[in-house]
């Protein structure tokens, strides 16, 4: 079996840097582990600097006059794909389309978008979330077919980050540490450290979006104990250096409908790092359930103070939640295991 497999990052830039051992496996969804369970696979030739309608039709003309066999075609996210989904709705594009699906199904108030909503989402044979929480709350969608959603566990490449840990070493872990740029609530995160004064380091790039983090520390009022570092030039193995060189791990997010800080949270794990992270009912992983971390309410000052406090106050306690998660890595959320899952779906497609 083949899939051409469609991503909105770059597939080129992340195989490249793969290849030179800078750029973590899992930001592929697993497709550089299909070929362990016998699914080969075609790469789009990846153009970033396109948006909107003309990424669609450059996507759709790719697909559509492929030269290599493919017989499937699996997809990071809908987005850029638009058409050929419509147009296996229509039946006029032979191959089963096989999705992840960020967000959970809506049910739009406008009847037209509805009933479009409806045609699209005939065009995509399976679906992949990230949690059951994704899924419920799709559920309530007419739209959703219960056989054509899958839970997979998206997780981190363990063996990027256990390099990692072998050439910089565990012992000088100290402090705490905030990456990722998407829905991030500087504010609440901010305000607690002031009032904490324990040491935070932040990693941002200046904007995410049209929303300017750069003008947002302008107006936030820091303490010395607080390190902003805005960069957009830092990739995803020099973060994972800098979050090594951490003991706690923080993801302090504004609240929305979808897994905010997932990417921070399999790192957090697969480093063994314990973890302060908004309460977000879509992130797969119940912290405190499984004893690798601490939750707190959106936008909760206090609360994180708190966490805060318990994690210096309690090396050891912190260090066991680290190891806890580092277990969990092991167990679900690794780049192989999501191969795994991903392949299953892959097959039964042309079964």
Known sequence: MTVYFYHTQDIQYILKRMEEGAFPSHFLYGATHLKDHGIDVVWHPSDI???????????????????????ALYATHYTGIE???????????????????????????????EWLGRLFYRGIDEMFFFSEKLIQDSMKSTKARTERM??????????????????????????????????????????????????????????????????????????????????????????????????????CCQKTKYTVGLTTVVEALALGLPIICSRNPQIPVDFEKEGCGIAVDYYDTEGWVKAI???????EEARAMGQ????????????????????????????
């Open 150 to 251: 899958h839970l997979a566990h998206w997780g981190a490449d363990l063996e990027l980050y256990d390099r990692i840990m072998q050439q910089d070493g565990t012992a000088r872990r100290q402090g705490f540490i905030s990456t990722g740029k998407e829905k991030r609530d500087m504010t609440t995160l901010v305000t607690a450290f002031n009032s904490t004064e324990a040491p935070l380091r932040i990693f941002l790039n200046p904007t995410n979006g049209s929303f300017s983090y750069e003008k947002l520390f302008q107006k936030l009022h820091t303490k010395d104990n607080i390190e902003v570092n805005f960069s957009n030039r830092l990739v995803p193995y020099e973060l994972a250096r800098e979050v090594n060189r951490s003991a706690c791990v923080v993801i």
């Open 49 to 71: 600097s396109l948006s909107g309608w003309r990424r669609m039709v450059r996507t759709t003309w790719k697909v559509l006059t492929c030269q290599q066999h493919f017989d």
């Open 83 to 113: 058409p050929l989904i419509f147009l296996r709705a229509l039946h006029l594009f032979r191959k089963p389309i096989v999705i992840w699906h960020h967000q959970p199904i809506i049910t739009p108030k406008q009847r037209w978008r």
């Open 309 to 315: 406090d318990f994690i210096r106050s309690h090396p």
């Open 324 to 351: 806890r998660g580092r277990q969990l890595a092991v167990q679900l959320y690794n780049d192989c295991h999501c191969a795994e899952e991903v392949a299953r779906v892959l097959q039964g497609v042309m079964a």
